[in-house]
């Protein structure tokens, strides 16, 4: 039967269809075929208990129709017309575009919501987070255009016929909602391609209640992107991948999630990486030897510091020792190396020798063995006897300047340098470093001939040469110490205790091993020190530990041959800085396990403050010794090996007794 506005009303469906005839109804008809096929609680949707019930849908929606809506519903039909001369090519409009793409999209997603539907006229984004609500209270219109959002088909022509087999009401009033959606989907706009008016799009008459975040399945929101909005995959993505979002990489760098769309820098982050990521924008710009302190990307600029130390302090480990020339080495360094009291190895290494091996070769490979795969030797040099070795962990190789070395004898008539000085220096970011070794002159009663010793180092070491000064204007050309930030000089300066013999065993056996401040009284160092007659602006660890100087070899005793020297603190480490509280002494003691030669070693850890400095300095480029870099790890695994071979067969051996 037939309504007063043209469009004929079933008896289990609302069917809205032009005075015209077929025109939509074929359009309509493929597709609402097919859903009648469909069970009708399957999917969610809402149905109507009879064919009444979908009528009096079908008013309701027809009441809310603007006035253009009711005026196209009584048009004529059309008269036919002569064919008109045929075109190569029909530009579709922009109504029929967005109909094509809007058909395309349901298309793609029918199998993201529903795996069991076969129908290509279900399963959109629009059901997915739509069906929860069209189960609520709601007017018959707004029914209607949940139904419409849900079961929009463009082919209905074939649902009547179709829903007349099936004789059931609920499939009847899931038809008509279809063929009423389908079409309201058609008639939006004014008109098509040609001169056909159009109708315009039935609105709701409130607006719809504000959607969950969690009304999508899982596998819908990660078919096409990464929500980011959604809590719970946040949750999923950071228990699939162990760690949580934040790292130890610049905050700046982390986006709002993945997505799709836009390729944010958090997508091109791996999320097992603790290395800082890097944006390829930064890579394009970046650009070294600009001599910018607070350039973006500068590689010893203030930005790479913070980077790698955030309070801008690193660990120095110093040590001084003399090896009496013996060739025999010790069997394990990692008492003097990696002493026990500090929980972590430090950032740089530097080791001062006098009177050092034959091999000086040796004495480097067991350096580099002891301290493992994590550092390099930055630089190593020698004068005579004396050996200076710098590692440096394989990290911070790239921030470091060209190193430059000079020297100083101090005994012209020797044929071998014993005595004299050894110096390295460089830039490590922007603070420079002036590393000194030496030996002064022995014999207990020549404090001036050790004076001079000193004098004549600081005024001949021709340091730095291409490197430049980081202050010149606290700079001084009469003395080294004071064209650099931070000095350490240390060796076998030869100062003694003014005391004899019985005095100092007398209070070395009194006293405790950290109570020597009855000792220091009588020290020569510390007393010219505090008279300002050498190492001016130095200054020296409190000493804690018992006097380096002179033992047996291989005795934990002081002399016992017929010189009977007294035991003194030859072997000190003292430091300077251009800037006050720079250098912090963290430690400053010597190693007693150590016993193959008359000196014990003497150390001392530092925290020394870095500054940020410019890239237009000469720069180092990661050199390092390679080839004592391979040789070191390669004794050290051999080493380790061995070590786990002994231990089993120790494990594996038994010893059977008879009683």
């Not at 707004?142 to 959002?149: A, D, L, T």
């Not at 130890?248 to 997508?267: A, E, I, K, P, Q």
């Not at 020190?529 to 002179?550: C, L, N, V, W």
């Not at 400053?588 to 016993?595: A, D, E, L």
Request: proline share 5%.
């Amino acid at each position: 039967m037939s309504t007063p506005n043209g469009f004929p009303q079933h008896s289990g469906a609302c069917v809205t269809q032009s005075t015209e005839g077929g025109a939509v109804q074929d359009l309509h008809a493929k597709k609402a075929g097919k859903a009648a096929k469909k069970d009708a609680g399957g999917n969610g949707a809402l149905t109507f208990e009879d064919a009444a019930s979908a009528g009096t849908a079908l008013n309701e929606t027809l009441k809310l129709l603007p006035s253009e809506l009711k005026a196209n519903m009584k048009m004529k039909p059309l008269a036919p017309r002569p064919p008109q001369k045929p075109r190569l090519e029909r530009a579709a409009s922009l109504d029929e575009k967005s109909w094509r793409r809007w058909r395309r999209f349901r298309t793609s997603q029918e199998s993201l919501t529903d795996p069991n539907e076969t129908s290509s006229s279900n399963g959109s984004l629009q059901e997915a987070s739509l069906s929860p609500l069209t189960r609520g209270r709601a007017s018959p219109c707004h029914r209607c255009c949940h139904q419409n959002s849900l079961h929009s088909s463009p082919d209905a022509s074939e649902a009547s016929a179709v829903g007349k087999s099936r004789g059931s009401t609920s499939d009847l009033g899931k038809r008509a909602s279809e063929l009423s959606s389908a079409f309201g989907g058609l008639l939006r706009g004014k008109a098509f391609a040609g001169s056909k008016p159009r109708l315009s799009q039935v609105m709701p008459a409130r607006p719809l209640p504000p959607l969950e975040l969690s009304v999508a399945s899982h596998s819908l929101r990660t078919a096409n992107r990464i929500d980011s909005d959604c809590l719970d995959y946040r949750q999923y993505s950071q228990h699939k991948s162990g760690r949580v979002s934040s790292s130890l990489s610049d905050t700046r760098l982390h986006g709002n999630g993945m997505v799709y769309d836009n390729c944010s820098t958090s997508s091109m982050k791996s999320t097992f990486s603790l290395l800082t990521p890097i944006r390829s924008k930064d890579v394009r710009s970046r650009s070294y030897l600009e001599g910018s302190l607070l350039a973006s990307g500068a590689l010893l600029g203030a930005e790479e510091l913070s980077r790698y130390f955030p309070d801008r302090n690193i660990g120095i480990f110093v040590a001084t020792w003399n090896m009496q020339g013996q060739k025999e080495l010790p069997l394990n360094l990692d008492d003097f190396l990696l002493p026990a009291d500090p929980d972590y190895a430090q950032d740089m290494y530097v080791i001062g020798v006098q009177e050092g091996c034959p091999d000086r070769r040796e004495w480097e490979i067991r350096l580099q063995e002891t301290l493992g795969p994590h550092y390099v030797m930055l630089y190593s040099a020698a004068h005579g006897v004396l050996y200076m070795s710098v590692f440096i962990r394989r990290d911070l190789i790239w921030f470091c300047s060209e190193v430059e070395y000079a020297t100083v004898t101090t005994r012209i008539v020797s044929q071998i340098k014993t005595k004299g000085a050894l110096g390295i220096s460089f830039t490590f970011f922007g603070t420079s470093f002036l590393f000194i070794t030496s030996h002064f002159t022995s014999g207990d009663s020549k404090v001036n001939e050790r004076k001079l010793d000193y004098n004549k180092t600081i005024q001949s070491l021709t340091l730095p040469k291409n490197v430049p000064d980081t202050n010149p204007y606290r700079s001084s050309s009469s003395d080294v110490t004071t064209r650099f930030d931070e000095v350490f000089w240390f060796g076998d300066f030869n100062f003694r205790l003014n005391k004899d013999r019985e005095t100092v065993d007398s209070i070395l056996n009194q006293n405790p091993e950290t109570d020597v401040s009855r000792l220091l009284a009588y020290d020569q160092l510390t007393s010219e020190m505090s008279r300002g007659s050498i190492f001016k602006g130095f200054q020296e660890a409190d000493i804690r530990f018992r006097p380096s100087y002179k033992f047996d070899i291989g005795k934990d005793s002081y002399d016992t041959t017929s010189k009977q020297r007294t035991p003194s603190y030859t072997d000190r480490v003292v430091f300077r800085s251009r800037y006050r509280d720079d250098i912090h002494a963290v430690k400053y003691s010597s190693c007693p396990v150590i016993k193959t030669s008359d000196h014990r070693p003497v150390f001392a850890l530092f925290r020394v403050k870095v500054r940020p400095g410019r890239d237009n300095i000469p720069l180092a480029a990661g050199q390092f010794d390679r080839e004592l870099y391979l040789i070191g790890i390669k004794r050290r695994i051999t080493r380790e090996l061995q070590k786990r071979k002994e231990q089993k067969d120790q494990k594996s051996s038994s010893i059977c007794s008879i009683s």
